[in-house]
């Protein structure tokens, strides 16, 4: 692959613009040039002064160019066309990704020439030692998230030629395009067929110890992210995500959540090219906090690296996966687990019955549910066996049901009075609705049932 810094030489009008500090140059017919430049993490976009004609004519020719340029370099392993497509041609020629884009695909020609603004080894980053052996295992998965321009490839960079110069890994890489740049040795994959999963089919007969699996941004990238690591390939993905606890969450639904901790385990968020946080993935068995001891359930703890301090829980609450911080209160006075379950009770009520309701917490595991007078009896079910499968459902939390006439000051019944429909209407939802619906909106199997 390029080294950093070298490419071939390019039509003159866009080496000048290709200064000092310039990580980007964006060309558009009859718009004057604009380049990003500074540091990582600063990077500001310039509008630059130019004599030269930019043109739609002028534009497509500099395109004809950089395409014949790829041919007269075809000798070179870091120089091909990655992409062709009708409105559009992505090159790599030596550290450089150009984009070329034209009508119908674009309103305009357009040229986006990327090349990286520094390459740094990993001795630059100051890591703590105890994250270096933990990288340093490579059957490991590794998030490195950030945002756009944030140094997420340069940080995976450093980690592969680390693992590859100071540990003896056997590296490779998934890129879409290929743009990393990495020593000789290390080969670069692209999409097989313009598919990647076909690309991992590849990467189990070679037999890496470390992939790098570089833009994991689509929800099929995820699922090949999980096949992979669960075939015990060390990995690493770079994805975009404004902090580490939010790369978690992309992954939540394309991976089981048992299975969450074993694809994931390490999570890097980057900014300015430094590293802001590191998160551990760990899988426990154990009450969720704030729920009774007896109610114990796969949770998976989210911890700060080195610390160990554990900043939030995931875990499977009714149908849906919660991500609830382990301290904290808004600004109501209300736990999140407390939130997460009032929100649920009420969505639960809404769906089987037809009854808004409104919900307040007595303590750490009980609560009351204030509901119209007439809807009572419905709610708790012949023998409170209602009351029983909502208590099941929301954790074991005890709950009592009472009328709107009950509430205390502060509460407000809903504006929506959905409990106000003519008799029929009533009689139809406090019947066999509640029944028929049960536990995850499936019918109960039973002798009332029959029809």
């Given at each position: 692959?390029?080294?950093?810094?070298?490419?071939?030489?390019?039509?003159q009008?866009?080496?000048?613009l290709?200064?000092?500090?310039?990580?980007?140059?964006?060309?558009?017919?009859?718009?004057?040039?604009?380049?990003?430049?500074?540091?990582?993490?600063?990077?500001?976009l310039?509008?630059?002064?130019?004599?030269?004609?930019w043109?739609?004519l002028?534009?497509?020719?500099?395109?004809?160019?950089?395409?014949?340029?790829v041919?007269?370099?075809?000798?070179?392993?870091?120089?091909?066309?990655e992409?062709d497509?009708?409105?559009?041609?992505?090159?790599?020629?030596?550290?450089?990704?150009?984009?070329?884009?034209?009508?119908?695909?674009?309103?305009?020609r357009?040229?986006?020439?990327?090349?990286?603004?520094a390459?740094?080894?990993?001795?630059?980053?100051?890591?703590?030692?105890?994250?270096?052996?933990r990288?340093a295992?490579?059957?490991?998965?590794?998030f490195?998230?950030?945002r756009?321009?944030?140094?997420?490839?340069?940080?995976?960079?450093?980690?592969?030629?680390?693992?590859?110069?100071?540990?003896?890994?056997?590296?490779?890489?998934?890129?879409?395009?290929?743009?990393?740049?990495?020593?000789?040795?290390?080969?670069?994959y692209?999409?097989?067929?313009?598919?990647?999963?076909?690309?991992?089919?590849?990467?189990?007969?070679?037999?890496?110890?470390?992939?790098?699996?570089?833009?994991?941004?689509?929800?099929?990238?995820?699922?090949?992210?999980?096949?992979?690591?669960?075939?015990?390939?060390?990995?690493?993905?770079?994805?975009?995500?404004?902090?580490a606890?939010?790369?978690?969450?992309?992954?939540?639904?394309?991976?089981?959540?048992?299975?969450?901790?074993?694809?994931?385990?390490?999570?890097?968020?980057?900014?300015?090219?430094?590293i802001?946080?590191?998160?551990?993935?760990?899988?426990?068995?154990?009450?969720?906090?704030?729920?009774?001891?007896?109610?114990?359930?796969?949770?998976?703890?989210?911890?700060?690296f080195?610390?160990?301090?554990?900043?939030?829980?995931?875990?499977?609450?009714?149908?849906?996966?919660?991500?609830?911080?382990?301290?904290?209160?808004a600004?109501?006075?209300?736990?999140?687990?407390?939130?997460?379950?009032?929100?649920?009770?009420?969505?639960?009520?809404?769906?089987?019955?037809?009854?808004?309701?409104?919900?307040?917490?007595?303590?750490?595991?009980?609560?009351?549910?204030?509901?119209?007078?007439?809807?009572?009896?419905?709610?708790?079910?012949?023998g409170?066996?209602?009351?029983?499968?909502?208590?099941?459902?929301?954790?074991?939390?005890?709950?009592?049901?009472?009328?709107?006439?009950?509430?205390p000051?502060?509460?407000?019944?809903?504006?929506?009075?959905?409990?106000?429909?003519?008799?029929?209407?009533?009689?139809?939802?406090?019947?066999?609705?509640?029944?028929?619906?049960g536990?995850?909106?499936?019918?109960?199997?039973?002798?009332?049932n029959?029809?």
């Amino acid at each position: 692959m390029a080294k950093f810094g070298d490419h071939p030489s390019l039509p003159q009008p866009i080496e000048d613009l290709l200064m000092d500090l310039v990580h980007t140059v964006f060309l558009k017919a009859d718009c004057p040039p604009r380049v990003k430049q500074g540091s990582i993490g600063d990077l500001k976009l310039i509008e630059v002064e130019s004599e030269q004609n930019w043109d739609t004519l002028r534009m497509e020719a500099l395109q004809d160019e950089l395409a014949e340029l790829v041919e007269d370099n075809r000798h070179r392993s870091d120089c091909f066309l990655e992409i062709d497509r009708k409105g559009c041609k992505v090159i790599q020629l030596g550290d450089l990704r150009i984009a070329c884009a034209w009508p119908p695909f674009a309103d305009a020609r357009e040229i986006t020439i990327v090349r990286p603004v520094a390459k740094l080894s990993l001795d630059h980053y100051e890591l703590d030692e105890r994250l270096i052996e933990r990288l340093a295992d490579h059957h490991r998965g590794v998030f490195i998230c950030g945002r756009p321009g944030s140094g997420k490839t340069t940080l995976a960079q450093a980690i592969a030629e680390y693992l590859d110069t100071k540990i003896g890994a056997m590296v490779k890489t998934m890129e879409a395009p290929r743009d990393l740049q990495l020593a000789d040795r290390i080969t670069q994959y692209a999409p097989l067929e313009g598919d990647l999963e076909k690309t991992a089919e590849i990467i189990f007969l070679v037999r890496p110890d470390f992939v790098i699996f570089d833009e994991v941004r689509r929800a099929r990238d995820f699922e090949i992210f999980a096949d992979v690591r669960l075939a015990g390939v060390g990995l690493l993905g770079v994805t975009h995500a404004n902090s580490a606890l939010e790369a978690i969450q992309r992954l939540i639904g394309k991976v089981e959540l048992g299975l969450v901790s074993q694809v994931l385990d390490t999570i890097i968020h980057v900014e300015a090219g430094q590293i802001q946080q590191v998160l551990e993935l760990r899988m426990t068995v154990k009450p969720p906090t704030g729920m009774q001891e007896e109610l114990a359930r796969p949770v998976i703890e989210v911890v700060e690296f080195p610390s160990g301090k554990i900043t939030h829980e995931m875990f499977a609450f009714g149908s849906e996966i919660a991500v609830v911080p382990v301290e904290g209160r808004a600004a109501v006075g209300v736990s999140p687990l407390k939130a997460l379950a009032r929100d649920q009770l009420v969505h639960m009520i809404q769906q089987w019955v037809g009854v808004q309701c409104q919900v307040q917490f007595k303590g750490e595991t009980s609560a009351t549910i204030y509901a119209p007078q007439n809807m009572i009896s419905t709610l708790i079910g012949k023998g409170g066996e209602n009351v029983r499968q909502l208590q099941e459902e929301l954790g074991g939390m005890h709950l009592n049901i009472e009328s709107f006439e009950d509430m205390p000051e502060g509460l407000r019944a809903p504006k929506k009075a959905h409990w106000e429909d003519d008799e029929s209407d009533r009689r139809s939802k406090g019947s066999r609705s509640w029944e028929n619906q049960g536990r995850g909106s499936k019918p109960r199997k039973g002798k009332n049932n029959r029809r």
